[in-house]
């Protein structure tokens, strides 16, 4: 007997053996014990996640010699042929190969007739957004009123591409990529009984490099399967599929975090020598910097949004102790930028390099040193907000001048109110990101610093979230030209 890969020999062939999709079969099995079985579904979600698997069992539970029923018996001529899809009352229709419009009428020629010996005719159409404009109106009439024996299940990667008309008459059932512990959870098992030896750790990388897809997992474990008398070790899948270990990311991280641009190229080198695929580095890293954020944000609470063990975990939140949550921002934004770069340029190592040099050499604590200013809670004399909004671009060069960033954030703002030495930096909605940038305290206290030198008077500031509009106030010469031409403000440059 010639061998059987392990996504189908281990597919899973009732309700209760789709792993990772509970909230559908649960409504599901509802549907079946109560026998309200819509005429039109429509399964959507990525590849490889149980979407055929589903429409295949839910056809057996249906047509079984014991159905209605949410247990297949597996044995019967109905669930015999299903399983091996060469049932006459079960057909299944690959969408991408007859999307045609002669293909959909020979359908609704052929749903007239009654089935074979089950109890309805069920078809099974994948990848249904292939289907072209013609083929989907001529599918509408069926699909409004289909005979009682008929059962329409569509599959689809693309669910945005399904005409409306189509998805307004279908039951949906959104799929979702299955989690890393139960893909790891499910690979053990079939390892233990296919005789594989393999770690735990080569589970997880498995897992992590299928993306949430069953049927990618096994067949890297299919792959890997050949190794199985020697044992199945991380290094083995990350050779296989040149991913960048764990070490790697911790290594270049701490090389970064560091600001050891000597140490980063090191590493970064080593990585190349070891016939590691960059782009997968680049995407990997830039990841691992996410869930430094997410470690620094949220701490234990938001530990369910990183899908590693507990270990690795642990070893994130204490690397993420060792930098601000503004340069990791920063890092994530220059490894984008990098990767963007990347595309142009075909190839991706001087861009990360790049990055990298960005990230260890910039030294934003050596610009030129502004002197303290004493703040004072009296009222300053001769300053108002006018006056302010009057030298924003100005005061803005001024910060751009030591940090270009906070620079940047400000123009998404303006002066809101001033009283008492205290100025209000107004921001809308959409400009939180700049908001919460700015309130870091480092670059609060730049900006504070920058604005009592350049006003003369010692500022405090406050940012704030508004409603409302926020009008600049151009400089009077600028006004005046404003009011006497009629014109209008395209694009402001302050250059002193």
């Known amino acids: 007997m010639s061998y059987l890969v392990l996504a189908r020999k281990y597919r899973p062939q009732n ?101 074979t010996y089950g109890r309805y005719k069920i078809y099974i159409v994948d990848e249904v957004h292939m289907l072209t404009t013609e083929a989907f109106n001529a599918l509408l009439k069926t699909l409004e009123e289909p005979p009682a024996h008929v059962i329409f299940i569509f599959a689809t990667t693309e669910a945005h591409k399904v005409p409306s008309t189509i998805l307004s008459r279908c039951q949906r059932f959104d799929f979702k990529r299955i989690s890393l512990q139960t893909i790891s959870a499910n690979l053990k098992a079939i390892s233990h009984q296919e005789g594989v030896k393999i770690d735990d750790e080569a589970l997880f990388a498995i897992a992590k490099a299928a993306g949430g897809s069953m049927r990618d997992a096994l067949g890297i474990l299919d792959q890997l399967s050949a190794l199985g008398g020697q044992g199945v070790a991380a290094a083995d899948v990350f050779s296989m599929l040149g991913m960048v270990e764990m070490e790697w990311l911790f290594a270049l991280t701490d090389a970064l975090v560091d600001k050891n641009c000597p140490q980063a190229m090191s590493v970064l080198n080593g990585i190349i020598e070891a016939g590691k695929d960059l782009k997968q580095l680049g995407k990997d890293l830039t990841e691992h910097f996410r869930h430094m954020m997410i470690a620094k944000i949220g701490g ?92 924003w671009n100005a005061l803005t060069h001024e910060v751009s001048r030591r940090k270009m960033s906070l620079a940047t954030y400000l123009q998404e703002a303006s002066a809101y109110a001033f009283k008492e ?76």
């Open 300 to 391: 234990p609470q938001l530990n369910n949004l990183i899908d590693y063990p507990k270990a690795v975990k642990e070893r994130l939140a204490s690397q993420a102790q060792r930098i601000s949550i503004g340069a990791i921002l920063k890092v994530i934004e220059l490894l984008i930028e990098a990767q963007e770069t990347a595309r142009v340029m075909e190839t991706i190592r001087m861009p990360l390099e790049l990055a990298f040099a960005k990230i260890t050499l910039s030294q934003p604590s050596s610009a030129p040193a502004v002197p303290a200013v004493t703040m004072k809670p009296a009222a300053v004399v001769g300053l108002s907000l006018s006056a302010i909004q009057q030298q």
């Open 421 to 496: 030495g205290q100025l209000t930096i107004g921001f809308l909605k959409e400009h939180h990101f700049a908001k919460e940038s700015l309130e870091v305290k480092d670059n609060l206290t730049l900006v504070e610093n920058v604005f009592s030198e350049k006003l003369g008077h010692p500022v405090r500031i406050i940012l704030k979230i508004i409603d409302e509009s926020l009008p600049k106030q151009a400089q009077p010469v600028v006004q005046d030209a404003l009011e006497m031409f009629g014109g209008k403000v395209i694009k402001e440059w302050h250059n002193e």
């Open 15 to 115: 309700f209760d053996e789709l792993q990772g999709q509970e909230h559908i079969t649960k409504i599901l099995k509802q549907a079946i014990e109560g026998n309200r079985i819509a005429h039109a579904f429509l399964f959507c979600g990525p590849r490889g996640i149980g979407k055929t698997s589903c429409a295949r069992i839910l056809a057996k539970s249906l047509n079984c010699q014991n159905g209605p029923t949410l247990k297949p018996c597996g044995s019967c001529v109905a669930c015999q042929e299903i399983t091996k899809g060469n049932s006459f009352d079960v057909i299944e229709i690959d969408g991408a190969s007859n999307r045609g419009i002669d293909e959909i009428r020979t359908l609704r020629e052929n749903v007239k007739f009654a089935p």
